[in-house]
């Protein structure tokens, strides 16, 4: 094909955004309600885990670090979401959606990693107590992260730079609220299903979401079938409680994640994909410092010590 008589298009109208002034502000105010919340409710986990010697331990040393993830994983997406409700052009450059789907992508594949470890330190934890503690040691957990970052940073390399070399052309009409694969894939002037990367970057998402999926259920596979071996049923309930916040966020995660990244072929309406969008770029980190600090005791009563410590009261 010949490309040299094509103008590259410069920017992007994110045109999933609603028309009217009146419905903008109406998605404006509750997002940006989320937004704040995220921010604020992770950094009081990251807070209260650095200030209270009792969490420092793998399980809350890996929730910390989700909880930093997860506030440049929404940053990446959210502040562009709300800047365009309340402007009249809702644009973003070529440059711009290139590094939000670097960033937006880049963090997210690093919270399914750190998920993924997250699972194995529950594993080591219940099912071989006695070695856990010479084994998930605090060098340890910080390799783990950083392989998780590193990992998360370097796999979406590839596609990103595949992408900035892609000639966009004809409409700029990004049918999405924020840049990602499929909906910039679709503007682009070449027969993109007949590129073999089209296929290659579908497989990688696959791999890299069934991969986590398989060894997060193999984890919980061990670690059910050691809580059915203990014989009071308080023990089997304590031993579970610790891995119910974890379970929860894996599934409210993945679970949309899956819907958006392992459909292939499939297609949805604007509606689904913006539905499904929500779900896990805005939807899943607001409920995530909730699940981690609501259920959990240990978290609750450090955040009470925090509030309410003498130092943060007025003196007399």
């Not at 890996?62 to 997406?77: C, G, M, P, R």
């Not at 409700?85 to 711009?96: A, C, D, K, V, W």
């Not at 605090?138 to 590193?150: D, F, I, K, N, Y």
């Given at each position: 094909m010949e490309f040299s008589n094509w103008t590259t298009a410069q920017e992007f109208i994110l045109s999933a955004f609603p028309c009217s002034w009146g419905h903008s502000v109406i998605c404006f105010i509750p997002l940006l309600f989320i937004y704040a919340f995220i921010i604020v409710g992770n950094l009081v986990i990251i807070t209260v885990v650095q200030r209270n010697v009792h969490l420092h331990t793998p399980m809350y040393f890996f929730i910390s670090a989700l909880s930093f993830l997860e506030i440049w994983y929404t940053t990446a997406t959210i502040p562009k979401m709300l800047s365009s409700l309340l402007s009249e052009r809702r644009s973003i450059t070529l440059n711009g959606c290139v590094l939000q789907m670097y960033f937006f992508h880049s963090t997210g594949i690093s919270e399914v990693c750190l998920l993924t470890a997250m699972a194995f330190d529950r594993y080591l934890a219940i099912c071989s107590p006695l070695h856990y503690p010479t084994i998930m040691t605090p060098r340890l957990c910080a390799q783990l992260t950083l392989g998780c970052c590193v990992c998360g940073f370097l796999t979406p390399l590839p596609e990103i730079a595949w992408i900035a070399t892609l000639p966009f052309c004809g409409s700029n009409h990004l049918e999405h609220i924020f840049c990602d694969f499929l909906p910039v894939l679709r503007l682009a002037c070449?027969?993109?299903?007949?590129?073999?990367?089209?296929?290659?970057?579908?497989?990688?998402?696959?791999?890299?979401?069934?991969?986590?999926?398989?060894?997060?259920?193999?984890?919980?596979?061990?670690?059910?079938?050691?809580?059915?071996?203990?014989?009071?049923?308080?023990?089997?309930?304590?031993?579970?409680?610790?891995?119910?916040?974890?379970?929860?966020?894996f599934l409210l995660f993945f679970g949309s994640v899956a819907l958006m990244y392992l459909r292939f072929s499939a297609t949805y309406s604007l509606f689904w994909d913006t539905a499904i969008a929500l779900a896990f770029a805005v939807l899943s980190p607001f409920f995530n410092p909730i699940i981690y600090s609501l259920r959990n005791k240990e978290i609750k009563e450090a955040i009470k010590k925090l509030l309410f410590s003498p130092s943060l009261l007025p003196s007399s």
């Amino acid at each position: 094909m010949e490309f040299s008589n094509w103008t590259t298009a410069q920017e992007f109208i994110l045109s999933a955004f609603p028309c009217s002034w009146g419905h903008s502000v109406i998605c404006f105010i509750p997002l940006l309600f989320i937004y704040a919340f995220i921010i604020v409710g992770n950094l009081v986990i990251i807070t209260v885990v650095q200030r209270n010697v009792h969490l420092h331990t793998p399980m809350y040393f890996f929730i910390s670090a989700l909880s930093f993830l997860e506030i440049w994983y929404t940053t990446a997406t959210i502040p562009k979401m709300l800047s365009s409700l309340l402007s009249e052009r809702r644009s973003i450059t070529l440059n711009g959606c290139v590094l939000q789907m670097y960033f937006f992508h880049s963090t997210g594949i690093s919270e399914v990693c750190l998920l993924t470890a997250m699972a194995f330190d529950r594993y080591l934890a219940i099912c071989s107590p006695l070695h856990y503690p010479t084994i998930m040691t605090p060098r340890l957990c910080a390799q783990l992260t950083l392989g998780c970052c590193v990992c998360g940073f370097l796999t979406p390399l590839p596609e990103i730079a595949w992408i900035a070399t892609l000639p966009f052309c004809g409409s700029n009409h990004l049918e999405h609220i924020f840049c990602d694969f499929l909906p910039v894939l679709r503007l682009a002037c070449t027969d993109t299903h007949t590129i073999v990367m089209i296929q290659v970057v579908d497989i990688v998402h696959a791999v890299e979401i069934i991969t986590a999926v398989m060894l997060i259920f193999m984890s919980y596979v061990g670690i059910v079938a050691v809580i059915l071996r203990i014989r009071s049923a308080e023990g089997r309930r304590k031993a579970f409680s610790t891995c119910v916040s974890h379970l929860t966020v894996f599934l409210l995660f993945f679970g949309s994640v899956a819907l958006m990244y392992l459909r292939f072929s499939a297609t949805y309406s604007l509606f689904w994909d913006t539905a499904i969008a929500l779900a896990f770029a805005v939807l899943s980190p607001f409920f995530n410092p909730i699940i981690y600090s609501l259920r959990n005791k240990e978290i609750k009563e450090a955040i009470k010590k925090l509030l309410f410590s003498p130092s943060l009261l007025p003196s007399s």
